[in-house]
């Protein structure tokens, strides 16, 4: 059966959200070093992106570097940086030519000078790209965005731009690094892990969670289809009765 086919085009999420898991795992049993999963990782990322703009899901975040993942053994995070700049460098082209706009979220500049001149490099070129966004969450963690956004807040106050009472949802979503997104609709995490691991706290409030237990080097536009096919099952009812859905 092809579940592409079972998918409602209609009902589909607005923002998608991954935590892309399990690369480490995935190199470990077939005998390689860890440096061989993330690789592999980038090619789910490819397909990833290309099942979602042929789809026509808006949004797309990938979780791709936690602000704790600097705390891995060097070598790691130098693979991981060299990956990333390469990726960036490879997909440019794929990006313009399905009309994909890059974005990024996180402290970006912990990163790397080169990482961070590539991903602003990729980021302006396609700025006026619209088919959908993907978003990278790069030196990313919620609690340090949530942090900064308090910041950013309190500076407005002391400095009169705006007053206390007026602080509500909105006012804190144009402060987030996601000031521009809308909430995520479905989060799936990969490779069996059932955490959050400080991704988009906020922004997740209310968004379905799917856990599969496939490494994210094996998956497949096929797992993105089951992932989504049962976002559409379940009943979203945002506090509400299933009466008052229908
Ligand atoms: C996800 O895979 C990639 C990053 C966190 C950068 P892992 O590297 O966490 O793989 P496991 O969880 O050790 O298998
Ligand atoms: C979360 O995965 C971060 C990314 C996928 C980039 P981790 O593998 O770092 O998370 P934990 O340590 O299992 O919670
Ligand atoms: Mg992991």
Redesign the pocket.
């Known amino acids: 059966m092809n579940l592409k086919e079972n998918i409602q085009l209609e009902k589909l999420p607005k923002h998608i959200a991954i935590i892309?898991?399990?690369?480490?795992?995935?190199a470990k049993k077939q005998g390689m070093i860890?440096a061989f999963?993330?690789e592999n990782?980038t090619k789910s990322v490819r397909t990833t992106v290309e099942a979602c703009a042929e789809l026509g899901v808006e949004n797309l975040t990938l979780y791709?570097?936690?602000t704790e993942?600097w705390n891995r053994p060097k070598l790691e995070v130098q693979t991981?940086m060299k990956l990333l700049v390469s990726a960036l460098r490879k997909e440019i082209k794929t990006l313009q030519d399905n009309n994909i706009k890059l974005l990024a979220i996180g402290n970006l500049t912990t990163l790397p000078q080169k990482a961070y001149k590539e991903l602003h490099e990729v980021i302006n070129k396609t700025k006026n790209n619209s088919r959908m966004t993907l978003t990278l969450a790069l030196s990313y963690g919620s609690r340090e965005e949530i942090i900064n956004t308090v910041k950013e807040i309190s500076i407005k106050v002391k400095n009169n731009i705006i007053s206390p009472e007026i602080i509500d949802e909105s006012i804190i979503n144009e402060h987030l690094y996601t000031q521009n997104l809308p909430d995520v609709d479905l989060l799936i995490r990969t490779?069996g892990e059932q955490r959050i691991s400080n991704f988009l706290l906020w922004q997740i409030a209310y968004a379905e969670l799917y856990f599969t237990n496939v490494?994210?080097p094996d998956f497949t536009k096929e797992h993105l289809y089951e992932a989504i096919i049962e976002y559409q099952k379940r009943e979203r009812r945002f506090g509400k009765t299933s009466e008052q859905l229908s």
């Open positions: 892309m898991d399990g690369n480490g795992r995935w860890r999963g993330h990782g791709a570097f936690s993942n991981l490779s490494l994210w």
